[in-house]
């Protein structure tokens, strides 16, 4: 098949971009820098021409609580009219597991009118929901940083590794549409604040980790089950540990 990755030179896209190749179909990376942007809709035609499936893995570059919801409400309208002019037949999307339950975050509300526009655009498709992923720590720690304490919730949360997303984003490309959503975790649920206390001990950080149930979430309380997902999800294979010392090595 011929599958076009928005967002296919960012941190999940351009491991996709790879295991599609790796398993014989012609994927194609498109991002502002390969000259295809879904804001402007320029290139966006041309990089539709003959395409199966398009996976839409981009992100939007502020979390500013406007700016998100005009990055996913734009470049989701333009993407999804252009894929209905060029005859797409599926339509694959990564977002969050939780999202639904997280509309207090400016972010979240982006990604749920994200969902709400792909639901809504007539094209078979496919919404994959994540849990956190091990890459984000260092983000989740810089947000619940004062001073020289981190205080975060409580909460549990199931993080994935990029490499067990990159997969299971390539299996739900080459399947069927589900024209819904299904949830990918990682293999081992935690508390938030005790795994980022984990991950500053082995990278060598000294701050402590105050576990508290009012600090929001990129601006959202959390309860105990908001980040984790529902029953029989996909499982990554990468545990924090596994991850920690392929990511130092990497480093």
């Not at 996913?72 to 639904?100: D, M, P």
């Not at 981190?150 to 069927?176: E, F, G, H, K």
């Amino acid at each position: 098949m011929k599958i076009l990755v928005i967002g296919g030179t960012g941190l999940i896209g351009s491991k996709l971009v790879k295991i599609l190749a790796r398993r014989g179909h012609d994927a194609i990376a498109a991002s502002p820098a390969t000259g295809v942007n879904t804001i402007t809709g320029e290139g966006l035609a041309e990089a539709l021409d003959g395409v199966d499936v398009v996976v839409d893995v981009a992100n939007s570059p502020s979390f500013e609580d406007r700016a998100v919801l005009e990055f996913f409400e734009t470049s989701g309208r333009n993407l999804l009219a252009a894929e209905a002019a060029a005859g797409v037949r599926h339509h694959v999307a990564l977002s969050v597991v939780g999202t639904h339950r997280l509309a207090e975050s400016g972010y979240f509300r982006g990604k749920i009118a994200q969902e709400k526009l792909i639901e809504a655009a007539g094209i078979p498709y496919t919404i994959v929901h994540s849990t956190q992923f091990f890459e984000f720590l260092g983000g989740i720690v810089q947000s619940g940083t004062v001073g020289q304490e981190v205080r975060l919730s409580p909460a549990y949360v199931q993080p994935i590794a990029s490499d067990d997303v990159a997969v299971a984003m390539a299996d739900a490309t080459l399947a069927p549409p589900v024209n819904g959503t299904i949830e990918i975790a990682g293999p081992e649920r935690v508390r938030l604040a005790a795994l980022v206390q984990r991950y500053l001990l082995k990278s060598g950080d000294g701050r402590k980790v105050m576990a508290d149930g009012q600090a929001r979430y990129f601006g959202a309380l959390l309860e105990d089950d908001t980040l984790v997902p529902g029953p029989g999800p996909r499982l990554g294979e990468i545990g924090f540990e596994t991850w920690f010392s392929r990511s130092n090595a990497r480093t």
